[in-house]
């Protein structure tokens, strides 16, 4: 059974840092796709980024081009998201998501931890 746990949510000024991370058990995850998803209030799931199993494909969405970076460590099964100048339009609740195929990591990941939240003061 596949388990993600997100972790490292919080409150944090505009233009301030936060690290999500994101821990993936119940099988190997070496060729799949992780990704982060976000919900804001009222407003639907969107993309924010995916990385393949290489660091050398990366996706991001063009809000937050720039300013976050996902990365992975296929040895310990986790994802990471840094979140750099962040903004109160970023606030949200941050989801782990994972899937075997690029079109759907970005669109409608198979599996989906239960998010944490960030919000971002103004």
């Known amino acids: 059974q596949v388990q993600l746990v997100e972790s490292g949510g919080g409150l944090v000024q505009a233009g301030g840092s936060l690290r999500l991370s994101c821990a993936a058990s119940?099988?190997?995850?070496?060729?799949?796709?992780m990704g982060w998803f976000r919900q804001a209030p009222g407003q639907e799931r969107e993309f924010v980024a995916a990385?393949?199993?290489?660091?050398?494909?990366?996706y991001y969405a063009d809000s937050v081009k720039g300013r976050f970076t996902i990365s992975r460590d296929n040895a310990k099964n986790t994802v990471s998201l840094q979140m750099n100048s962040l903004k109160p339009e970023d606030t949200a609740v941050y989801y782990c998501?994972?899937?075997?195929?690029?079109?759907?990591?970005?669109?409608?990941?198979?599996?989906w931890g239960q998010g944490t939240q960030v919000t971002v003061s103004s």
């Open positions: 998501t994972t899937d075997p195929l690029l079109r759907t990591i970005r669109s409608r990941p198979a599996y």
């Open positions: 119940g099988r190997s995850f070496s060729t799949f796709f």
């Open positions: 990385i393949g199993w290489s660091d050398t494909h990366r």
